[in-house]
Protein backbone atom coordinates (compact mmCIF):
# COMPACT_ATOMS: atom_id res chain seq x y z
CA UNK A 1 0.00 0.00 0.00
CA UNK A 2 1.29 3.88 -1.16
CA UNK A 3 2.59 5.71 2.00
CA UNK A 4 0.15 8.80 2.53
CA UNK A 5 1.92 11.94 1.65
CA UNK A 6 2.33 14.66 4.52
CA UNK A 7 1.38 18.41 3.97
CA UNK A 8 2.95 20.49 6.18
CA UNK A 9 1.96 24.66 6.96
CA UNK A 10 4.16 26.89 8.12
CA UNK A 11 2.57 28.92 10.98
CA UNK A 12 2.71 31.99 8.16
CA UNK A 13 0.79 29.84 5.86
CA UNK A 14 -1.82 29.01 9.13
CA UNK A 15 -2.47 32.95 9.64
CA UNK A 16 -2.79 33.67 6.20
CA UNK A 17 -5.48 30.76 5.70
CA UNK A 18 -7.29 32.20 9.07
CA UNK A 19 -7.43 35.99 7.47
CA UNK A 20 -8.50 34.54 3.81
CA UNK A 21 -11.41 32.56 5.77
CA UNK A 22 -12.23 35.75 7.91
CA UNK A 23 -12.62 38.18 4.66
CA UNK A 24 -14.48 35.54 3.02
CA UNK A 25 -17.09 34.99 6.16
CA UNK A 26 -17.48 39.09 6.64
CA UNK A 27 -19.90 38.92 3.17
CA UNK A 28 -20.99 35.43 4.11
CA UNK A 29 -19.87 33.25 7.03
CA UNK A 30 -20.84 29.87 5.34
CA UNK A 31 -18.10 30.40 2.55
CA UNK A 32 -15.39 30.95 5.43
CA UNK A 33 -16.12 27.61 5.98
CA UNK A 34 -16.11 26.51 2.98
CA UNK A 35 -12.86 28.20 2.03
CA UNK A 36 -11.84 25.84 4.74
CA UNK A 37 -12.66 22.90 3.90
CA UNK A 38 -11.80 23.87 0.32
CA UNK A 39 -8.03 25.08 1.49
CA UNK A 40 -7.63 21.32 3.49
CA UNK A 41 -8.24 19.50 -0.07
CA UNK A 42 -6.42 21.78 -2.39
CA UNK A 43 -3.36 20.96 0.07
CA UNK A 44 -4.06 17.49 0.47
CA UNK A 45 -4.22 17.12 -3.34
CA UNK A 46 -0.90 18.92 -3.52
CA UNK A 47 0.50 17.01 -1.10
CA UNK A 48 -0.38 13.62 -3.33
CA UNK A 49 1.02 15.52 -6.59
CA UNK A 50 3.57 18.44 -5.69
CA UNK A 51 4.53 19.36 -9.08
CA UNK A 52 1.30 19.95 -10.39
CA UNK A 53 1.81 23.86 -9.18
CA UNK A 54 3.39 26.61 -11.49
CA UNK A 55 6.64 27.31 -10.25
CA UNK A 56 7.19 30.84 -9.64
CA UNK A 57 9.77 33.25 -9.75
CA UNK A 58 9.98 36.42 -7.61
CA UNK A 59 13.73 37.33 -8.36
CA UNK A 60 14.50 35.35 -4.69
CA UNK A 61 16.92 32.46 -4.83
CA UNK A 62 15.71 31.62 -1.30
CA UNK A 63 12.26 31.23 -3.00
CA UNK A 64 13.62 28.53 -5.40
CA UNK A 65 10.90 25.77 -6.21
CA UNK A 66 8.67 28.15 -5.08
CA UNK A 67 4.98 26.87 -6.44
CA UNK A 68 1.35 27.58 -6.43
CA UNK A 69 -2.23 26.59 -7.17
CA UNK A 70 -5.32 28.20 -6.93
CA UNK A 71 -7.87 26.92 -3.51
CA UNK A 72 -10.56 24.67 -5.56
CA UNK A 73 -13.53 26.69 -5.69
CA UNK A 74 -11.62 29.68 -4.59
CA UNK A 75 -9.64 30.13 -7.68
CA UNK A 76 -8.57 33.78 -6.62
CA UNK A 77 -6.75 32.50 -3.41
CA UNK A 78 -3.26 30.74 -4.09
CA UNK A 79 -1.26 28.20 -2.10
CA UNK A 80 2.04 29.12 -2.57
CA UNK A 81 4.24 26.03 -1.36
CA UNK A 82 7.88 23.82 -1.74
CA UNK A 83 7.55 20.50 -3.13
CA UNK A 84 9.38 18.21 -0.77
CA UNK A 85 10.35 14.42 -0.46
CA UNK A 86 7.21 13.85 1.94
CA UNK A 87 4.63 15.89 0.47
CA UNK A 88 4.72 19.70 0.50
CA UNK A 89 5.51 22.17 2.69
CA UNK A 90 3.06 25.68 2.75
CA UNK A 91 4.27 28.98 2.68
CA UNK A 92 1.76 31.29 2.19
CA UNK A 93 -2.12 31.60 0.93
CA UNK A 94 -2.51 34.84 -0.43
CA UNK A 95 -5.70 36.41 -3.00
CA UNK A 96 -3.91 36.66 -6.36
CA UNK A 97 -5.44 40.44 -6.58
CA UNK A 98 -2.83 41.53 -3.61
CA UNK A 99 0.89 42.48 -5.26
CA UNK A 100 2.96 39.26 -5.00
CA UNK A 101 6.12 40.20 -5.96
CA UNK A 102 5.96 42.66 -3.33
CA UNK A 103 5.06 40.13 -0.56
CA UNK A 104 7.77 37.70 -1.69
CA UNK A 105 10.21 40.26 -1.65
CA UNK A 106 10.19 41.16 1.83
CA UNK A 107 9.10 37.85 3.08
CA UNK A 108 11.44 35.47 2.86
CA UNK A 109 11.18 33.37 5.70
CA UNK A 110 7.61 32.30 6.39
Same mark, same amino acid.
Given at each position: ?11 ? !? ?16 ? !? ?8 ? !?????? !? ?14 ? /? ?13 ? /? ?20 ? /? ?10
Amino acid at each position: MARRRRATKRPS !AQRDIVECALFIAEDKPS !AGERFLDAVE !ATVQFL !AEHPHTGRVQDFGNPQ /LEGLRCRPVKGFKKF /LIFYFPTTEGIDVFHVYHGARD /LPALFDVDEGG
